[in-house]
């Protein structure tokens, strides 16, 4: 395309993306149509790949596509494999993709949809996107270094080991929720359970045909993949509609959680290319089929946004819960727009499948939009519920009553009208017996999102399917983050026991693999089994911290942006991770803060469990008071961890760029690729 026609092209993009967001964010007093914040988004993330990526890609990491990668170099058929670049995209989408963009969105909707869409535009183009992109290449420069392994060679010892032992602290606990998490959405649903569960060997056949059938034919293995994953979901209709297939199907909590865990042991001690690429990219035909699907649903519908853009509850008193608009709203949303977790999957499994370093820029940044974009729906799915559906499907009976009534009238009292008689009926239009305090956000996505498809695509008669689809789908976004995080921390840990003896550092023994596999399976399926057996206490409780500990993690990660990108003496470029690392220190501190020391109950944990001990003395209230002290320290601890890296971090900027220190850094000597192009 000529100048002024790709001027003319893109100064389009940029008007209509400058009017949807005047629209989103100026209307008042009357709905708006989801439409616009389909436009803002598509508009917002062509322009910021277009040239806001391309500007960090050419002026401050230099991409080289003649420079051959880890995963040429080091090829051993099982963690470093050249990988065809959409099979890459495929699994790091799929790895990154978890419970944040679903889940988040829906609970910061109860704000209004304007601060969640903003942030997440924002967020995501100039922190998330960031992020990813450059972590993945740093990584890929250093023979697939981990997150942690990086920040000792380029901040020191002391900024390593911090970083480390608040990295894999956070990763295990992570893991348990989200596994508990799929636990939850799997439980007694003999649908979702058989559809998941049929990934499996989809992936190990994907697998075997790209590997040994038919080495290299993508879209012959993409085709058979899509077709089987279609006959998989609608297997389980039928498995859920006969009695006997049902019972086989319909696994308990401590079932499922011992089947995950075995699971999350293959995953991560089987070779790459046989089951965890495969299934990842397989998942990502199910989450970027159906988020299509629901874009196109928006298209046909143009549904009405029913959440104003700003609610009461920005001053904190929100029932789903509590916290100001500032800072709850961005560590509520996470993912959506910058997740510390990515960082790990950027410097994990995915820079040892990287083929060409050009790649990085599709890969980190791309798949960080399509995050990006799912959150959008999200939002749009939430809001396009009428208030008090919303309110009257994510309050905790704690807050609006256990009855259906005295909920409906509570929430109606907020300006909410709602009625026990409607909810009644839409939960019978989708198959529950009720949907009153169905915390977390995942039912009320899948409500909102089984509105928009029945209205677009089948009726009021199929609601129900979609319903169940919507939380099947969910199930399948969150369990790809186990399998690859798993992996990862096994990485991590191999990285630390190569100090102690060198062999237990190769990826390529199989001893240290099934060791250092075996360690972190056990160590998140303690806490998961706890989850399980003691729904009350333990894991359950920690859950408050995961926003904030995985904004903390984005903070260590742009520390060692930051600190690469002063040492590469592009230091008139460092503002591009220097900024987002600014943000995020505020709202995380600041968020810390509140959780410690806020007198609030339901906001500060100290606060909390004074409140408990103040109350009867019974064996509930003792496990509550304990917990909420644990959370306490937790979050001290973490918050004070990060703190020591960001200043570790800021005294080697200081030193280089004083020249007091070394500007030294450990990329891998530059190797030619001996790829031919056709390989890319």
């Known amino acids: 395309m000529n100048k002024p026609l790709s001027f003319l092209a893109w100064g389009t993009v940029a008007l209509f993306g400058a009017l949807a967001i005047?629209?989103?964010?100026l209307r008042r007093g009357e709905p708006i149509n989801a439409l616009w914040l389909v436009v803002a988004a598509t508009c917002c993330y062509a322009l910021g790949y277009r040239f806001y990526s391309r500007f960090i890609a050419t002026k401050i990491l230099a991409l080289d596509a003649k420079r051959a990668t880890p995963a040429e170099r080091l090829e051993n058929g099982r963690d470093f494999l050249v990988t065809n670049k959409w099979v890459v995209f495929g699994h790091h989408f799929a790895a990154i993709a978890g419970p944040g963009p679903l889940v988040g969105p829906v609970l910061a909707a109860q704000f209004g949809y304007l601060p969640g869409t903003l942030w997440i535009l924002a967020g995501a183009v100039f922190a998330g996107c960031v992020q990813d992109f450059?972590?993945?290449?740093?990584?890929?420069?250093?023979?697939?270094?981990?997150?942690?392994?990086?920040?000792?060679?380029?901040?020191?010892?002391?900024?390593?080991?911090?970083?480390y032992a608040a990295v894999i602290v956070i990763l295990i606990i992570l893991l348990a929720v989200v596994a508990l998490v799929v636990v939850n959405a799997l439980k007694s649903s003999p649908w979702g359970t058989f559809t998941i569960a049929m990934t499996i060997p989809i992936a190990l056949l994907m697998g075997l045909y790209l590997r040994r059938i038919r080495p290299g034919k993508v879209l012959e293995a993409s085709v058979l993949g899509f077709i089987l994953v279609m006959l998989a979901i609608w297997g389980g209709q039928w498995v859920s509609q006969n009695s006997a297939m049902a019972r086989v199907f319909t696994l308990s909590a401590s079932a499922l959680a011992i089947l995950?865990?075995?699971?999350?042991?293959?995953?991560?001690?089987?070779?790459?290319?046989?089951?965890?690429?495969?299934?990842?990219?397989?998942?990502?035909?199910?989450?970027?089929?159906?988020?299509?699907?629901?874009?196109?649903?928006?298209?046909?519908?143009?549904?009405?946004?029913?959440?104003?853009?700003?609610?009461?509850?920005?001053?904190?008193?929100?029932p789903v819960f509590a916290g100001k608009l500032f800072p709850f709203a961005f560590i509520t949303i996470a993912c959506g727009s910058v997740s510390g977790f990515h960082s790990l999957i950027s410097s994990g499994t995915t820079p040892k499948l990287i083929a060409r370093e050009t790649q990085t820029r599709m890969v980190g940044y791309g798949a960080m939009l399509a995050e990006s974009a799912v959150a959008i729906m999200a939002i749009i799915a939430a809001s396009v519920l009428q208030p008090g559906v919303y309110f009257a499907i994510n309050s905790p009976a704690g807050i609006v009553g256990q009855a259906p009534a005295a909920a409906a009238a509570t929430i109606s009292s907020w300006g909410f009208p709602v009625t026990a008689a409607d909810m009644q009926a839409l939960a019978h239009s989708v198959g529950e017996q009720t949907l009153f305090n169905r915390t977390g956000g995942a039912p009320a996505f899948a409500v909102g999102m089984a509105n928009i498809f029945s209205h677009s695509l089948g009726g009021q008669a199929v609601m129900a399917i979609w319903y169940h689809f919507a939380i099947m789908f969910e199930a399948l976004?969150?369990?790809?983050?186990?399998?690859?995080?798993?992996?990862?921390?096994?990485?991590?840990?191999?990285?630390?026991?190569?100090?102690?003896?060198?062999?237990?550092?190769?990826?390529?023994?199989?001893?240290?693999?099934?060791?250092?596999?075996?360690?972190?399976?056990?160590?998140?399926?303690?806490?998961?089994?706890?989850?399980?057996k003691d729904p009350l206490g333990g894991i359950n409780l920690l859950w408050p911290l995961f926003g904030i500990a995985n904004q903390l993690l984005a903070t260590v990660a742009l520390c060692v942006a930051t600190t690469i990108i002063i040492k590469m003496h592009r230091t008139r470029y460092a503002l591009v991770t220097l900024a987002p690392l600014a943000v995020l220190v505020a709202i995380t501190f600041t968020a810390s803060w509140h959780k410690l020391l806020?007198?609030?109950?339901?906001?500060?944990?100290?606060?909390?469990?004074?409140?408990?001990?103040?109350?009867?003395?019974?064996?509930?209230?003792?496990?509550?008071?304990?917990?909420?002290?644990?959370d306490a320290a937790v979050t001290a601890v973490l918050v004070a961890m990060v703190s020591l890296v960001v200043i570790e971090s800021a005294r080697v900027w200081i030193g280089v760029l004083t020249g007091r220190r070394e500007a030294r850094m450990k990329e891998s000597p530059f190797v030619p690729t001996r790829l031919v192009m056709e390989e890319q």
Do not use: C
Request: hydrophobic fraction near 50%; charge should be positive; avoid cysteine.
């Open 22 to 25: 005047g629209v989103v964010a």
């Open 134 to 163: 450059v972590i993945l290449l740093f990584s890929v420069r250093r023979d697939g270094k981990s997150l942690t392994e990086m920040a000792k060679e380029e901040t020191g010892r002391i900024g390593g080991f911090i970083a």
């Open 260 to 318: 995950i865990i075995i699971y999350g042991f293959a995953a991560s001690a089987l070779p790459v290319w046989l089951l965890l690429a495969p299934r990842d990219y397989l998942s990502t035909f199910v989450k970027l089929g159906t988020i299509s699907l629901l874009a196109i649903g928006i298209l046909l519908l143009r549904p009405t946004l029913h959440m104003p853009a700003l609610t009461r509850f920005i001053d904190g008193t929100g």
């Open 477 to 532: 976004f969150i369990l790809t983050v186990l399998d690859a995080g798993t992996r990862v921390a096994r990485f991590m840990i191999q990285d630390a026991l190569a100090h102690v003896y060198p062999p237990l550092g190769r990826t390529s023994w199989y001893p240290s693999i099934l060791a250092t596999s075996g360690l972190v399976v056990a160590a998140w399926g303690y806490f998961l089994w706890q989850g399980v």
């Open 598 to 630: 806020d007198p609030d109950p339901r906001v500060g944990f100290l606060a909390q469990a004074r409140a408990l001990a103040g109350g009867p003395e019974t064996s509930a209230a003792a496990r509550l008071i304990f917990n909420n002290r644990l």
